[in-house]
């Protein structure tokens, strides 16, 4: 889409095949996981306001990004629906997001703290989804030591968080089925040690992993890449 006249360059953008592809993934996965497409980045570059406008008709759980400043513009951009922040926040960025109601990805004990404490100057609960590492190794709490940090988690929970998700991200989905298996393998033994009520959105699968594996798609699927026309590996 031509976002400035002066561009040499520019990318056309259906919104036919926007949809088209959230539908296929649907039909993958099957009516009961969520939708919450990735919106980070422009949209992968095809422009965040016409994407989100068009994915809205597509029913959305909400939407995903990567940086508060992503969150911030969707709500600019007049989406009330839920915007989920999955990346570690800038300590400094904390009280912000929670402001402005983002759901946040929480990986450490230290993140957890910073948004309670960030909640309870704002005067609003905060929503947190909690960020599992199984593989990954760039961001979450240790798999193989849920039982020592569920402390940290009840905790934030007395305090006032509201814990409504959980997630992984996957390192590898587009190659070997085997590691997206091992990985939901840590992510379900982490979970049985935490008592995760039935409220709470599970959501692994990324594009490659809700197309390759539907049958790990959970409560939703977090997809970035092939609605926005991209396949696997790309």
Excluded at 39 to 59: F, P
Excluded at 107 to 124: D, F, K, N, Q, Y
Excluded at 217 to 233: D, M
Aim: charged content about 20%.
């Amino acid at each position: 889409m031509l976002t400035n006249p002066r561009d040499r360059a520019w990318v056309e953008v259906q919104a036919g095949a926007l949809l088209r592809n959230a539908s296929t993934l649907r039909q993958v996965v099957g009516p009961d996981a969520l939708l919450i497409p990735m919106v980070k980045a422009d949209a992968y570059g095809l422009g965040l306001s016409e994407a989100v406008r068009i994915l809205e008709t597509a029913d959305p759980w909400g939407f995903g990004v990567a940086t508060l400043a992503e969150g911030l513009e969707l709500r600019r951009l007049g989406v009330v629906s839920p915007v989920l922040v999955v990346s570690p926040l800038p300590p400094a960025s904390t009280e912000a997001a929670v402001e402005a109601g983002m759901q946040l990805g929480v990986s450490s004990p230290e993140a957890l703290r910073l948004v309670t404490e960030a909640a309870e100057r704002v005067g609003r609960a905060v929503d947190i989804h909690v960020e599992v590492d199984t593989g990954i190794g760039r961001a979450g709490f240790d798999w193989k030591d849920a039982r020592g940090w569920k402390h940290d988690l009840d905790n934030a929970i007395n305090v006032g968080a509201r814990w409504v998700g959980a997630y992984t991200h996957l390192h590898s989905a587009d190659e070997d089925p085997q590691t997206v298996l091992q990985q939901w393998g840590r992510f379900q033994e982490a979970l049985s040690e935490l008592s995760v009520p039935d409220s709470v959105l599970i959501h692994v699968v990324n594009s490659a992993g809700a197309l390759r594996l539907p049958e790990l798609a959970a409560s939703a699927i977090r997809t970035g890449i092939f609605l926005y026309g991209g396949r696997a590996g790309t």
